[in-house]
């Protein structure tokens, strides 16, 4: 039987990116955070608004990208996959969180439309990222397919 783990969202960043690099081969990964706003009027007319925060991770050259160009407040749009993360906290309860791996993203100006406009000043990358980026922010950005990480390369 055929099998899609296929999500596209847009939103609003809500806190700036995280960048840490994996220890044993310093790959790039980013944790962000993404608001998605829904408007509707109940059966009274009046507006209702919901918000649905997402948490989401992007790796390698995608993460730099992320980290390089977006803060906190800036809208994207996302490409990836569902990934649900298990774990046993320090009490021994069983843990889950579903997460979106990116795969893929664009820059959403602030009109809401993509592409279009370039921040004014990059975020600084930290001092163990690499510099060598060259793509712009009207660009799409693709890892390929994702290679699974073993756990102990990550650092958090």
Known sequence: MPNLNR???????TR???????PNNNTAVAQIGLAINHQWK?????KKEEVTFIDCEA????????NQYLRKGKPVYVEGRLKLDQWEDKDGNKRSKLKVVI?????IDSKGEQ????????????KSAPQNSRATPSTKFMDGPHNPVDEDEIPF
């Open 7 to 13: 999500v596209m969202l847009m939103g609003n960043l």
């Open 16 to 22: 700036d990116p995280e960048l840490r690099f994996t």
């Open 42 to 46: 109940d059966p009274q007319g009046e």
């Open 59 to 66: 790796w390698g050259k995608t993460a730099e990208v992320l």
């Open 103 to 107: 795969e893929s993203f664009q820059f």
């Open 115 to 126: 592409g279009g406009t370039e921040p004014t000043q990059p975020r600084q990358q930290q």
